[in-house]
């Protein structure tokens, strides 16, 4: 077969659009201001790289597509020089969950406002396991930076050329003294989390607190009084610990807030009152993630004008010591605006005095923050970090499961937001598109609809003992059958009525941990496989019968590594691949009939997220940190690239649309994209080529009348019926394919008088794509219903 190249053509197909307050696009870290242009700034988003608007939030513009690393921390701007900007790669509030990579490449300088982008003495791998967290530009001399980074506080008088370490620790945040630039105020986020000082330009640095059981600090100042320093602390358990204030150039600190109260139950009579940190917009219970939000900042002209925020956003008129909801994530208290949850950053605009939120769901600003008058600028940010993704062949819909923003959903052209919470898995029903799943964050529901999204149902509440499950529960909607479902927690769990009941078909649970992935064969006698963590073995259980309990054995797995997908092959039982999500030697493993083989070759060291196998073309794809690889015959055991059009961007899940010849990508920071399928393309002879093109496979659109089918619906035999010009005097092959594209049965027929008898040898019920190819093309394909 002549060898094809790379046919992909990745098209975004958003979200684009954010419906402000409770819905979403994506985590927005950091916002900074063209210092003479009020209409021109820059974001910084979690996984979606740089993006620029130079018409106050109207349209943006991607300006990072093309870089390794789309992760941002932070972003400065040469105050004398707006052409001259410092990217801080990584994702400083991302943690360090295996499902994503928040590693930094180090600090990357741009010369033409962003167009192309150069590495600095800051030049890191993800592999390092590092981040940059917070650069500082003197504007007295705009080529001596300071860095926070998790290795420690760095110098640099060159513009970035060289660097230096001068406090070692993992330091999240630097600030100036708003007129002193020989005084700087820093917070450590490790060890020792406490506030430090610098008297002579960051060179050394002292610590000036002793909080004790601090996690996170965030550090303010302003104009408006030079020697104030305020901090905002959470405690180890990541509430609010409370509010610190120097008065003197940030030698001493003074507590002047506290929450009251212990109980963390909101609900309780003594419940704890007043931490900022709380999801409760009344401001009762405890915060549980100061790790991940904290943001804090005071008024330029009013000292007293504070705002702190968690996933809610306060603000106080009187320094701190009292606090008012100024916006909420979820519509409790009457009066006061719905805006996005998880606040990460706030900044006053220098030329219009507008307060800007970077928040889980985008970007909002206001010029009254204590009124009801949060303005969101996110739409044209594609920036949603999806986790999984769905698409079903009986429509063209497509689903998402996205970290901060919910479950969404994509019909006719328009997104919709379907559930709450972090989406996480999801499957659309391959014969009803009006039935489709989605779930929440460690399998807290597991919902379903049955009317196209109109209402949902948590059929999780169905499973026995209401478990609760990894932070990415995996379920599925089985091969056989549209109805039935399997879903992984510490048990393995069927379910032969789309969710209304349920039983577990493991025995014992497993001691690694929730399940994190789940698949099964397709035939009268699947194989049911699952992933747990840290086991470095495959789980499976041979035979089962639906409605039984099952057997599991397992495979030891030879190769080190977190293992992020598995896929079994769509023909071959005893055969199944691997994908490994770290910097170790193996990216893809195959097993087959108990040997073992790495496929890695043409692949970069970076992980491997997740696996997808077309039939009908006889493509693997693989999901990387990179985009997209794809292996097929014509690649010598060797991965190829397909990510024309595609940024280098995190692929989590991949979907294919076997009606549409579409692949679908999951991305973790550029929302949804998809392709046509490789090998789908016509590939028209090359006429300056005397290479014989005889086996040059090319696709026939398929039309009612290319061939019959009789009857249909049927049992286990009926008619293929053929015009003789389709196949007279051509070897004819006769395909059978199932919803996920698996191809189930297969014949060489010769169509004598234009007509073939085929037997299914008992297939289970259901829709199946009969199609006719012969050794260069797809002739046709047609629907059957077998009962």
Avoid at 23 to 36: A, D, L, S
Avoid at 164 to 172: D, P, V
Avoid at 435 to 445: A, E
Avoid at 510 to 522: D, Q, Y
Wanted: neutral net charge.
């Amino acid at each position: 077969m002549k060898t094809t190249a790379d046919q992909s053509d990745w098209k975004l197909r958003g979200p684009f659009l954010s419906y402000s307050g409770y819905g979403g696009i994506g985590r927005v870290n950091c916002v900074e201001f063209h210092p003479t242009d009020s209409n021109t700034y820059w974001v910084g988003a979690s996984g979606g790289g740089i993006w620029k608007t130079t018409n106050d939030g109207q349209t943006w513009t991607s300006l990072s597509d093309n870089l390794p690393r789309t992760d941002v921390s932070d972003i400065d701007v040469n105050p004398l020089n707006p052409n001259t900007i410092y990217l801080c790669t990584g994702d400083r509030d991302g943690g360090s969950a295996s499902y994503n990579n928040n590693n930094s490449i180090g600090v990357l300088k741009s010369t033409d406002g962003g167009q192309t982008w150069n590495t600095t003495g800051i030049s890191w791998t993800t592999s390092q396991g590092r981040t940059t967290n917070w650069l500082l530009i003197n504007p007295l001399d705009t080529n001596s930076l300071t860095l926070a980074t998790s290795l420690g506080i760095y110098k640099s008088f060159d513009g970035g050329v060289t660097w230096s370490n001068r406090q070692s620790g993992n330091f999240i945040q630097v600030l100036y003294h708003p007129t002193d630039t020989s005084i700087m105020y820093g917070s450590r986020n490790s060890d020792d989390r406490e506030i430090y000082r610098s008297a002579n330009g960051g060179m050394t640095w002292s610590v000036v607190t002793n909080l004790n059981n601090a996690r996170r600090i965030a550090l303010a100042v302003t104009p408006a009084n030079v020697a104030l320093v305020r901090a905002m602390v959470c405690n180890s358990g990541n509430g609010l610990m409370g509010i610190y204030e120097s008065v003197d150039t940030g030698k001493t600190f003074t507590q002047v807030y506290a929450p009251t109260g212990t109980n963390c139950n909101a609900g309780a009579s003594n419940a704890k009152i007043g931490d900022l940190i709380a999801s409760s917009p009344e401001g009762k219970g405890c915060g549980v993630q100061g790790w991940y939000d904290l943001a804090f900042a005071i008024h330029p002209q009013n000292p007293n004008i504070v705002f702190a925020g968690g996933v809610n956003t306060w603000g106080s008129n009187n320094g701190g010591r009292n606090w008012t909801l100024v916006n909420q994530w979820t519509s409790v208290v009457s009066g006061v605006q719905t805006v996005h949850a998880d606040k990460h950053y706030y900044a006053y605009h220098p030329l219009t005095g507008e307060l800007f939120e970077c928040n889980d769901g985008g970007i909002y600003k206001t010029r009254t923050p204590f009124s009801p008058l949060w303005m969101d600028i996110s739409n044209g940010l594609s920036i949603t970090q999806f986790y999984r993704n769905a698409v079903t062949n009986a429509a063209t819909y497509a689903l998402g499961g996205s970290q901060d923003n919910g479950s969404k959903g994509l019909q006719g052209g328009t997104w919709y937001d379907l559930t709450g919470g972090d989406g996480m898995d999801c499957q659309a029903d391959p014969l009803d598109s009006n039935v489709f799943y989605t779930s929440t964050q460690n399998g807290g529901s597991i919902s379903r609809t049955t009317n196209g999204g109109n209402s949902f149902t948590n059929v999780q509440n169905n499973i026995p003992g209401d478990p609760s499950g990894g932070w990415i529960t995996p379920f599925i909607i089985t091969p056989d059958s549209n109805r039935h479902l399997v879903a992984g927690f510490k048990h393995i769990y069927f379910s032969p009525d789309r969710g209304n009941t349920w039983m577990s078909i493991q025995g014992t649970a497993i001691t690694g941990g929730n399940c994190t992935r789940v698949a099964m064969t397709g035939g009268n006698t699947p194989t049911i496989y699952a992933i747990f963590p840290d086991t470095q073995v495959v789980f499976y259980a041979d035979n089962y019968v639906r409605g039984n309990n099952a057997t599991f054995d397992t495979i030891k797995v030879p190769y080190s590594g977190t293992i992020s997908d598995i896929k079994p092959h769509a023909t071959d039982s005893g055969r199944f691949y691997l994908t490994f999500s770290g910097y170790g030697s193996t990216k893809v493993a195959q097993y087959n009939k108990g040997v073992w083989s790495q496929l890695n070759t043409g692949l970069p060291n970076v992980p491997v997220r997740c696996i997808e196998y077309d039939t009908a073309y006889q493509v693997m794809y693989v999901g990387t940190d990179l985009g997209v690889f794809y292996m097929d015959s014509t690649t010598a055991g060797a991965w190829a690239s397909f990510r024309k059009n595609m940024p280098f961007i995190e692929v989590l899940d991949l979907a294919v649309n076997n009606t549409t010849k579409e692949v679908w990508a999951a991305t973790y920071g550029r929302g949804m994209w998809s392709s046509v399928l490789q090998g789908s393309v016509v590939i028209p002879p090359d006429t300056t080529d005397t290479t014989d093109t005889t086996n040059i496979v090319v696709v026939i659109p398929y039309a009612d009348d290319v061939f019959k089918i009789a009857p249909n619906p049927a049992k286990d035999n009926f008619k293929v019926i053929a015009g003789p010009s389709m196949v007279a005097g051509k070897a004819i092959t006769v395909n059978i394919i199932d919803y996920t594209g698996k191809i189930v049965w297969r014949r060489e027929s010769t169509f004598d008088g234009g007509k073939t008898d085929i037997t299914t040898n008992n297939l289970v019920p259901g829709v199946y794509i009969v199609e006719l190819r012969d050794e260069r093309a797809v002739l046709g394909r047609k629907r059957i219903v077998l009962q």
